[in-house]
């Protein structure tokens, strides 16, 4: 697993009866990869993973891989409501032919450090895959802070990566300062991508580019070689996009607007129900003006 460029965070394609739609999920990853995704996310939040069963993600890792061949590596989300249970998932995954893991925090319980570490710690060691530590404080009241994940890097050798979702881009030039590249830092809020990559990150676990690959890329690829002018007007337009994925609603969000782009279905399971009222009024707004503005990369 490498864990630089943009790898997309990749959503679950669902028919009607709300069962997953696997000929549209690998058709879709492929497409993602066609587009200069390096690598694949797969059972994450905005691929509905607290809906998933077990095997449901194991199966999506089979197909992903399957799909990807040997042009992007994948990595499954590790998420559970008990340690046992994301252990079982860790060590099942590289089987499925995960090359990585992407490590959250337990649903539902969130606590102090000494329980937090010792969760994902188990989660790391139970496996010799390499693992992105997952931080998102806003969704999971758990903040892994810049000295704690410096001290899971210590002593953990298989964990090689953090996406930083805590919507503070300081954070990025504090783990660089502790770790130096012993971590590779991704930005994981799509609106905060083109401060993160001037503050050191070099990878983007990316939302809206379920629908927008190639302008994904494109802006990642700007940032990164400090193409300041042709990242700035890119960042311009997609910004409205972007912000989508930073909201309580941002699955429905961004399925709509892969549905609306030709690339999905707006399916999501319950508790999640179907944009209605001024959430969709919102979504449309934003996506006309997006696609009547869209610039020629």
């Known amino acids: 697993m490498h864990w630089k460029g943009v ?28 587009a200069g995704c390096t690598g694949l996310v797969v ?10 069963t077990f095997d449901e993600k194991i199966a999506l890792v089979r197909t992903a891989v399957e799909a990807a061949g040997k042009r992007a590596p994948v990595a499954l989300g590790i998420a559970a409501l ?15 032919g995960a090359q990585g893991l992407m490590v959250l925090p337990p649903y539902v319980y969130s606590s102090d450090w000494r329980e937090m570490k010792a969760h994902v710690g188990a ?11 997952y931080n998102n404080p806003p969704a ?13 890097a210590t002593e953990h ?38 401060e993160g990559v001037y503050a050191g990150a070099v990878g983007w676990i990316a939302g809206l580019v379920n ?10 690829d700007y940032a990164s070689r400090g193409d300041k002018a042709r990242a700035h007007a890119l960042y311009s ?44 009024e919102l979504a449309k707004a934003v996506l006309a003006k997006a696609l009547k503005e869209r610039p020629r990369l």
């Not at 965070?9 to 739609?21: E, G, I």
Request: with cysteine; proline share 5%.
């Open 7 to 34: 790898i997309p965070a990749v959503t679950t394609n669902l028919k009607a009866d709300l069962s997953v739609d696997h000929a549209a999920f690998g058709a879709h990853c492929r497409w993602l990869v066609d």
């Open 43 to 52: 059972g994450g939040s905005l691929g509905e993973a607290a809906t998933l």
């Open 82 to 96: 008990s340690t046992a249970e994301a252990v079982a998932l860790a060590r099942t995954a590289g089987s499925a």
């Open 123 to 133: 989660v790391i060691a139970a496996t010799k895959l390499s693992c992105l530590l």
């Open 140 to 152: 999971y009241k758990t903040d892994f802070l810049p000295g704690q994940i410096a001290e899971l």
């Open 157 to 194: 050798a298989n964990l090689h990566a953090v996406k930083e979702s805590s919507g503070d881009v300081r954070r990025v030039t504090a783990i660089r300062a502790l770790c130096g590249r012993r971590l590779d830092i991704l930005v994981g809020m799509d609106d905060a991508i083109v």
């Open 211 to 220: 629908a927008f690959p190639e302008e994904s890329v494109a802006l990642f």
């Open 237 to 280: 337009w997609f910004l409205p996009l972007l912000r989508l994925d930073t909201v309580p609603k941002f699955v429905q969000l961004i399925k709509w607007v892969q549905a609306e782009v030709g690339r999905g279905t707006p399916f999501v399971r319950p508790p999640r129900l179907p944009l209605d009222g001024a959430d969709l």
